[in-house]
């Protein structure tokens, strides 16, 4: 049998491939479907390509490209007994105190792996493969055995899981603590040294309170604990909210390691706590920040009450791989709207109804019987996906927590920019805002458009309703803090949602105005209307603001946001009569005393040189850039890297030739018939602007890039008819979300349409920062809510509208 086995497979071995490096094996999940070995039909692998498919798919792959061999990975699930899951939790429990999250594996696995040959589906079981005529099983083994063993596509290195256990510190028998009276009150503590009030640590030699390390999203300290032992070599701290009746979190500065004391209840005693009097804070955050954040967390995710799950079409849950909750909620509320339900792989998984199928009746009886266990929605994963969007991306690759609207304006981007020629679904968001300038002085007026896809509405605190019970609040906190006694129960801003467009639609001060009716700065102020209502209105509330240390920072505060919205009386009215428009002019250049000496910010080169490009081509890119960052420095540098001349030192330019005279322009104004630089049109074309737009705006702004920027984004109506057809040649940076005035279709024109909308979705955040915390979402479907928190999907009972952070609208018609 294994040599009649051997024969079928000799006409394959040229297809059979061994892995080499680089070669990416897709061995987690089908191309085309979210099947994986776990699915029923489990995951057949080509061995020429290394490409996955799913039972469907893989005939059709067959058919298509001819290729036979495939490997069949299977993963039979067994539940694990009830003593195996105990000790899973207790390793768990004991680990999540040192902030390790950790699984709990109720479940065992085992994998089966074998070849098919197609059309006929030969198999041939791997173990098999040795029985195999030499010739054939010997490269044959070593091909599968580099597929078996080849790390999956898509997935990056995480870390390696704990599975040593925690080790006692060789500090802590032998620890020899101060008698230096420091006793420690039970609340109120605060660092010795900056008097940040989170993230504390207490030093079990001295009884120093100071604070730990900064973190990238904004929490931590200033690292005064770290700095305490460097001047000291007292080894030992304990976090301070961590102290419970069980133990505490112990770290060892001199072993660089979270470590465990056994005589942990003695050290703390030295200095006055009773561990059996403390209760443990909630997550890594003190009692000063936890109230407020553990009541969020309860009211958006309607923690404690027994909702329905929901399976079927439309009702399928997204698993986090890890901070991707902001992706799943955005694509969650994207794929509830019929344009965007399209995209093939993830419309598919989302809306068949495919990937959420309720349990059999023999699973629910099960389920009965086992009162300890409950049956879990599993939902699909996003690995391939957010590969593919994030692509390039220096935050959207990592596996960091991400702001929800940032990631919302970058898939528009994205569907922009590959919908060039063929229906743009964005298209429902894009609507046109009338920017109306006055100049205060000559009273004249100028009126401009620009295109966007999201309306941000400030949240004007001095407008909440409960504003006497603020100032309380605040008075008493600061009271609280004086006397270090723990501070009040937190008061939650109430702002009416008429507040917030009322603060969008007054006007706005304009800096550095430059007059054009009077050839000088003035003041001016600008207001701005809808010039078109977009399809569906998407509408973020500013919660986030930065701290006097630029911090980011989440404002603690309630929006009563109506359900349904009339924005009709924000509609732009246009010109006026008895308005007088200001002339367009540009403001007048005025060169450098020195031009052969232009500055350069090194600030902004060093950071570039720090990434490992050339510090020429740093240079050249600050320069050619106007200083103006190394965000766009960096494009620059993407754009330019492959010239041959790419790292040479920079040619300083000779002194601008003044150009015409001035004396015969009206009101003195610069003629702009000058040629541009190659340099400055390929930036703004870089950007994803048409090359005959970025020409005019900078002709229009005498080769200044900075304001031939500004000049785009006021004269959307500037392009000419081959302005599409330009930008369908470029590539748009995808840091770049305001890039879309290029587009000159219907939906851009000022339409009668109705402003009335109705509420059908929104995305709350819980947490300190956008770059912390957990996103949900809530979705209105068939007359119903519907919460969507990662893999699981249920009938919301008291959707938290007034929490919300990013909400969508549908607009209602005419009639």
């Known amino acids: ?52 498919f799913g039972r469907e798919h893989v005939e059709r792959h067959y058919r298509k490209t001819g290729q036979s061999v495939y490997m069949h990975l299977k993963r039979h699930v067994k539940e694990v007994s009830f003593l195996v899951a105990l000790n899973y939790y207790q390793i768990a429990r004991k680990l999540c105190r040192f902030n390790v999250t950790v699984g709990l594996e109720t479940y065992q696995y085992e994998d089966e792996a074998k070849l098919v040959i197609f059309p006929d589906h030969f198999e041939i079981p791997l173990p098999n493969i040795e029985e195999l005529p030499a010739l054939v099983s010997e490269l044959v083994t070593i091909a599968c055995d580099a597929v078996l063993n080849a790390p999956s596509a898509y997935k990056k290195q995480e870390p390696e899981s704990w599975e040593e256990e925690i080790q006692v510190s060789r500090h802590a028998r032998s620890l020899r603590q101060l008698d230096n009276g420091v006793r420690i009150p039970p609340s109120g503590w605060k660092c010795q040294k900056c008097e940040m009030r989170e993230n504390l640590w207490l030093n079990l030699t001295d009884g120093a309170v100071l604070c730990g390390k900064w973190f990238f999203d904004g929490s931590g300290g200033n690292g005064h604990a770290l700095e305490h032992y460097r001047e000291t070599s007292h080894p030992l701290a304990v976090k301070m909210d961590t102290i419970t009746p069980d133990g505490a979190d112990v770290y060892s500065f001199e072993e660089e390691e979270a470590v465990l004391d056994p005589n942990i209840s003695e050290h703390l005693s030295h200095f006055g706590i009773d561990m059996l009097q403390m209760q443990q804070r909630n997550g890594n955050h003190t009692e000063n920040s936890s109230r407020p954040r553990v009541s969020e967390w309860e009211v958006i995710q309607e923690s404690g009450m027994k909702l329905k799950a929901l399976y079927g079409p439309g009702y399928t849950g997204v698993k986090n791989l890890g901070n991707t909750c902001y992706l799943c909620t955005v694509m969650q509320v994207l794929f509830s709207i019929p344009d965007f339900q399209r995209m093939a792989k993830l419309g598919h998984g989302l809306l068949s109804g495919q990937y959420s199928k309720p349990p059999m009746k023999s699973e629910l009886i099960e389920q009965v019987m086992k009162e300890e266990y409950k049956f879990q929605q599993k939902g699909i994963s996003p690995r391939m996906f957010k590969a593919m969007v994030s692509r390039g991306h220096p935050e959207f690759t990592s596996n960091r927590q991400q702001d929800a609207q940032e990631f919302f304006l970058h898939v528009i981007n994205l569907v922009e920019r590959n919908s060039a020629g063929s229906e743009n679904p964005s298209d429902v968001f894009r609507f046109l805002v009338e920017e109306r300038t006055q100049c205060c002085q000559s009273r004249r007026v100028r009126y401009s458009q620009r295109v966007d896809y999201c309306i941000q509405l400030p949240a004007p605190i001095e407008a909440a309703t409960n504003r006497e019970e603020l100032l309380a609040f605040e008075a008493k906190r600061k009271e609280a803090e004086e006397n270090t006694r723990p501070p009040p129960e937190p008061v939650r801003a109430r702002i009416p949602f008429t507040a917030c467009l009322q603060a969008f639609t007054e006007p706005e ?57 009339d924005l009709n009386r924000l509609r732009a009215t246009g010109l006026q009569p008895g308005e007088e428009e200001l002339p367009d002019l540009m403001p007048p250049i005025v060169l450098p005393e020195d031009t052969r000496a232009p500055e350069i910010d090194e600030v902004a080169v060093m950071q570039l040189a720090e990434m490992g490009f050339p510090l020429e081509a740093c240079r050249k890119a600050v320069y050619y850039t106007g200083n103006m960052g190394p965000e766009m420095a960096f494009n620059w540098i993407i754009a330019h890297m492959e010239e041959p001349d790419f790292a040479e030192p920079l040619t300083l330019p000779s002194m601008l030739d003044p150009g015409p005279s001035t004396s015969d322009s009206p009101m003195g104004a610069t003629p702009l018939d000058n040629s541009p630089p190659e340099e400055s049109i390929a930036i703004l074309t870089s950007m994803g602007f048409p090359r005959s737009h970025s020409i005019h705006a900078l002709k229009a702004t005498n080769n200044n890039l900075e304001r031939a920027l500004d000049w785009i984004f006021t004269h959307p109506e500037q392009e000419d008819g081959d302005a599409l057809s330009d930008m369908a040649d470029t590539e748009p940076n995808d840091n770049i979300f305001s890039n879309a005035n290029s587009h000159s279709d219907s939906t851009l024109s000022p339409d009668r349409e109705s402003g009335g909308y109705e509420l059908f979705g929104f995305i709350s955040h819980m947490g300190a920062s956008t770059m912390s915390g957990h996103y949900v979402c809530h979705i209105k479907k068939e007359g119903r809510w519907v919460i969507y928190n990662d893999h699981k999907v249920c009938l919301s009972e008291r959707p938290p509208k007034d929490l919300g952070y990013v909400y969508f609208y549908h607009r209602l018609s005419s009639s």
Do not use: H
Request: proline share 7%; net charge negative.
């Open 509 to 565: 001060n304009v800096p550095d105005f430059w007059s054009s009716a009077l050839q000088a700065k003035s003041a001016g102020v600008k207001t701005s209307r809808f010039a078109s209502f977009p399809e569906y209105l998407v509408v973020q509330i500013k919660k986030f603001t930065f701290g006097l240390d630029w911090v980011p920072k989440k404002l603690d505060l309630a929006i009563d946001v109506p359900e349904f919205l």
């Open 1 to 52: 049998m294994a040599t009649d086995l051997g024969e079928l497979l000799v006409p394959y071995m040229p297809t059979i491939r061994v892995p080499k490096t680089g070669d990416r094996v897709f061995k987690s999940e089908c191309a085309f479907s979210f099947d994986t070995p776990e699915s029923e039909g489990g995951l057949y692998v080509c061995m020429n390509t290394f490409l996955g």
